[in-house]
């Protein structure tokens, strides 16, 4: 056998695994969920109101809506790499925002009660604008894809709302009262982590990534590491102030482990290994991995810096229960199966390949 | 009619007596606390002080609590206070972070009382009113207010630091209370909250 045999085969053995793994991970997932609702939340670490579900519900959303900009942005002409990944793209977003659904539902104490959000909504809260503009860009993103022909307005439409998502998320935080979230560039950095997460995606799933991918995200690494250093530039200058108590946490206290990982591993080892001149294309889906996980961290960091130091109480600690944790992996894998689901079973009997291919 | 509280800083011995009435009063469970008085030193010996803080929920007039929650389920009462509706909560605990005064609580689990042996009977009954995966908060005593009595941390303050009453009546002792202390403040103004708890 010759070695590119080999490493095909290779390939093949691990492409055959993801969809078992990330299946039993869905499994797992739901069956957390479902211990969950049995026991009640009291199975949850509750020291912070909001913990890793919110994260990752944050992540995935992020990412939803990161691979529908890409998919817009190769419409209109740019990112001629991306091709004929378009449809692949639209497959992966609606799997996230399902699985970001997924993830809020586990983090509802209430999740029957869900049907609220039709009875009674309160159109003053954020909560609701994110559920209706998910609902909506998850409905807009089947058509697009489902439509026999490309809509260049449908897809822009598209584009819109998804960005309208990353964009209430991040106000959810920054209207806070909390100090540490009051900042008017958290929209931004949702903005620019849910790209990350959707280039990095796009540079894991894909066979012989387009190196330009690869130096999009050697491009937004460091700008999302450069907003991280200017909130804490910010927060901390004027010394004794509610935002500087929060950022020490990240700097110098409980939380410093994790916001230096989140720097070395999440950005700097990544940025080393897309920059390494000899990199392989293993080394590239390792960096990109980093990246994603390096988004979940920041995140994750980001919530509980601004939780720990409540008003006029002391410190809390906060680190995820397992069942806390399975859930997290359930939702992640829950996107990665529905996503190759979607590509196995629906990308070639979608209208829109029907038209292709003739 | 807007209810409110005034609560005298230098009345208050910092002793948690409301906080225990509190509890007593709602049956909330292990570590939830409605309300809760903070302790701060300041200043070293001789000159050093203690300063006692109760804090509760403020019953604001523009609460963020209400603005942020996606169903309704958090609302100002006519008679000013903000209460939640337990049947209509799903448990996002997007008020706990939009309050500025972390003074709400998630119940986890109507299952772990005071003591190992399992719930006293009191303990069964009072958890029934608090409905797990769902916020809750001080209302005022409600069920106490409609029956004409005071809320039971006023009741029991042994320094008579605490004042409740309606802030729209001019004879009120609250009104009065504001009226000759002009400098009355409230917590976190900046927040545009405008509480209708005051401190003097």
Redesign the interface.
Known sequence: MTNSASNEAKRSTAGNLILPVAGLLAVIGIACWVVQLIAGPSVLADTIPWGVYIAAFFLLAGAGSGLVILAAANSFGFLSALKDLRRSLLIGAAASYIAAGFMILMDLGQPVRIFNFFVSPNFTSMFVWDFLFLALTLVLVLVCFFRKGENKVLIGLTAVTALGIVLIEGWILAVNPIAVWSSALIPVVFLVEALIVAVALVLTAKKDAPEGLSKILIGLLPLVLLFSLIEVFTGNYMGASAEAAGMKLLITGSLAPFYWGWIVLGVLLPLVLLLWKGKSASLVKVAAVLAICGVLLAKMNLLIAGQALPFEGAQVTYFPSLIEIGGLLGGLGLAVFLFVIGSNYLQDKSPAAVSKDE | MRYGMVISLSRCIGCNSCSVACKHENGTGPGVFWRRV?ITESGKYPQAAMHA?P?LCNHCEDP?CA???????TRVNADGVVTIDAK???????C???????VRS????N??GYYDEGLTDYEKVAYEDH?????EKCTFCTQRVEEGRDPACVATCPAKALFFGDLDDPGSQVTKLLADNPNAKS??PE?GTKPKVFYI
């Open positions: 903070v803080l804090l963020s603005k942020v929650c996606p169903v309704k389920a209509k909560c799903i448990g996002c605990r997007y706990m972070t939009a309050c500025p005064y972390n998630f119940v986890t689990s299952t772990k409905k797990v995966g769902t916020v917590l976190k927040a």
